[in-house]
């Protein structure tokens, strides 16, 4: 995604977003405090859906928030169903979730100030096969995010996963 959007971010005045930084928002929930993980957690454990792929192949401009992002032209209809099945989930939990409609999205460079009056990009293929929780530190560096908690996507009434050996550690 960042090679493919290199020379359209570079030319758009913006700072590009950095390539371990790029994700798809499912759900947002802005500050989410200690007391409300469980809620997070439970909503999240057996969600069943299988593995997906979205191909993002349209970059719009987007100017009150100054970004530059990168849309499917035809979002799956899977991955409106799970952004729908888990903001039910976490609303359901007490969660206050965004009340626009979800609109699958991966944002490419923030403060932009000359878009490029032809925006395109080559297609990007991105094989979605789990979901994490992810938690947004800003430093002076910018923004980072790091994972908290990570649920892979199977199919309903596939078998889970095995465990992870002791040794193994997420996030």
Request: hydrophobic residues 50%; contains cysteine.
């Amino acid at each position: 995604m960042a090679r493919a959007s290199f020379e359209l971010v570079r030319g758009s005045g913006g700072r590009p977003v950095a390539p371990s930084n790029l994700h798809a928002t499912l759900v947002f929930l802005g500050a989410v405090g200690e007391i409300n993980m469980p809620a997070v957690m439970v909503a999240a454990e057996d969600l069943a859906a299988a593995p997906f792929e979205i191909l993002f192949d349209w970059v719009e401009h987007w100017p009150r928030p100054q970004v530059l992002v990168t849309v499917p032209a035809l979002p799956p209809p899977a991955a409106a169903a799970l952004a729908g099945d888990l903001g039910a989930r976490l609303a359901r939990g007490g969660l206050k979730i965004e009340s626009r409609p979800w609109r699958p999205h991966v944002t490419l460079a923030r403060k932009v100030t000359r878009p490029a009056s032809r925006l395109t990009l080559a297609p990007v293929r991105w094989a979605v096969t789990g979901l994490s929780l992810v938690e947004s530190l800003t430093g002076p560096a910018g923004v980072r995010y790091d994972v908290v908690h990570r649920w892979p996507l199977a199919a309903p009434g596939s078998p889970p996963d095995p465990p992870l050996p002791a040794d193994c550690a997420l996030g």
